[in-house]
């Protein structure tokens, strides 16, 4: 492969990283940063009366896999009486599901 060509695929693949990148903390913004806090740490007014756990703390987020990230994000989340405790993300398919999953593990300090 030549150089050019390695500029090439590396311009396309830094294109859309960028723009996984943009879509997802879009996604964050729009979706989740209302509760979570824009950093993750669950310091909005409703995370505070929620009791949402701080995002950025790495021990927090060796507490669920990115499969329980994924479906709670999908499915919404329910305490044990059966009460909704944060709802399901509408409007995004899989693929920005997996990248809104990808953003929160960038929020680990």
Known sequence: MTTPQKLLIFTFASAALT???A?????????C?????AA???DTKMGK??????????????KFTDEQAFKAIKE???????????K???GLTDADINALVAYIRTLKK
């Open 88 to 90: 399901a993300v509408e």
């Open 76 to 86: 919404g989340v329910k305490d044990e009486s059966g009460k909704t405790t944060m």
């Open 19 to 21: 723009g996984f990148a």
């Open 33 to 37: 940063a209302k509760c979570h806090g």
């Open 40 to 42: 993750g740490k669950g």
């Open 49 to 62: 009366k929620l009791g949402i756990r701080d995002l950025t703390d790495p021990q927090v987020q060796a």
């Open 23 to 31: 879509d997802a903390a879009t996604n964050w913004a729009e979706s």
